[in-house]
C-alpha cells in the first residue's frame, strides 16, 4: 500500500522495480536478434548483490522473469520499449535537442549508451537513494557518460521543476522528457501534475515519450506477476501501484497542440515485423496492454 511521502531505496519498495525491469533489459539482450542490447543493465543489476547475480545466471529459477512464457514475453517488451525509446532520442538529436529530461530514471543508462551530440545535457530525476545506488555502481565500471549528467534527486509527487531549474535546466531551450516505466507508481492526481510541469516547462519543439499504463476497470490491481522479485523481503508489486487511472497522455497533449501518437506493444512489435503469442499473468495483466507515445511541441513560427 502507498503513503504519501513513502521512501525506498533501490532494493527496497518502487526502487527494486527499477532493477526488475533492467534485470528484464539484461535478460532479453541474449536472445537471438533481440530488439536491444543494453550492456550496462547487467552490470548495473549484479551490483545490487548475489541474489540478482543468480537470477541474471539462472540459478532462480521459480522467479518471474524466468518464466519460460510470461518471463520471455515480458522481456520480449522491455526490449521493445528500450529501442522505442532510443529511437525516440535519436529522432530528438537530429532535431537539435540537447536538453534530456529522464523522470524516474532509474537504472536507465542512456547517457553512457547513445551517441548524444556535444553539448548535450541529461537530467537523471529520481529519488536520493535509487540516484546514489547508480552513481556508486557506474562509478567501478570505469565508463564516463557521453553527456553532461546531472543527478537531481527528487520526489516526483512534489514540486520537482524548480529542484530541476536549480540544477540548471533552461525552460527557454527545447527538451526532450521521457517518463517510462513511471506512472504507474504515481497517483492519478499526481500523473497529471506530472504533465502539466512538463507542459509549462517545455518550450516549443520540446518532445515528450510516455509508457502508459493499461486502464484497469474493476480497481483491481494489475500485476505483472505474482510478485515484482522472488527475493528476500520483496513487497508484491499490487502493493506499490497507484492504480488510478489518470488521462490518456494522446488525448492530453494533443488537446494543448502537441503532434501526439501512441502505439499498443503488440503494434509496435507488428511495426517491427516481430511476432508473439499475448500472454497474460493469472490476473490478467499483460505487456501487451501497454501503450508507448511520443508528442512533439510545434516549434515557434518564423516571424517575417
Ligand atoms: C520501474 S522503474 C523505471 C526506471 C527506468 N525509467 C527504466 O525504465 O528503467 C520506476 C522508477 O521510478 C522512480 N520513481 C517512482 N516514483 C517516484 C517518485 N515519486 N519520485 C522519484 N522517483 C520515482 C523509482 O525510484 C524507479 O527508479
Known sequence: MRTEGDTWDISTGVGSTALFVAAARALAGRGSEPLAVEPYAEFLVREAGPEWADLLDGKMAEHPLLDPRFGVYFQLYQAARTKYFDDYFATAMRAGVRQIVILGAGLD??????PWPDGTTIYELDRTT???????ALSSCGDEPRADRREVPVDLREDWSKILREHGFDPSEATAWLAEGLLYYLSAAAG???FDDIELASAPGS?????EPPT???QAPAEPADRPCHMSSQPDWADL???EQGSDAVEWFTARGWDATGVTFPDYLDSLDRTAEAVFNDRGWSPSLMRLMTAVRPPRPISR
Open 216 to 218: 484497469v476497470p474493476d
Open 241 to 243: 501501484v497507484y492504480n
Open 130 to 136: 535509487v540516484l546514489e545506488f547508480k552513481r556508486r
Open 192 to 194: 497529471d501534475q506530472l
Open 109 to 114: 543508462a542512456r547517457a553512457y549508451r547513445l
Open 207 to 211: 518532445r515528450v515519450a510516455i509508457e
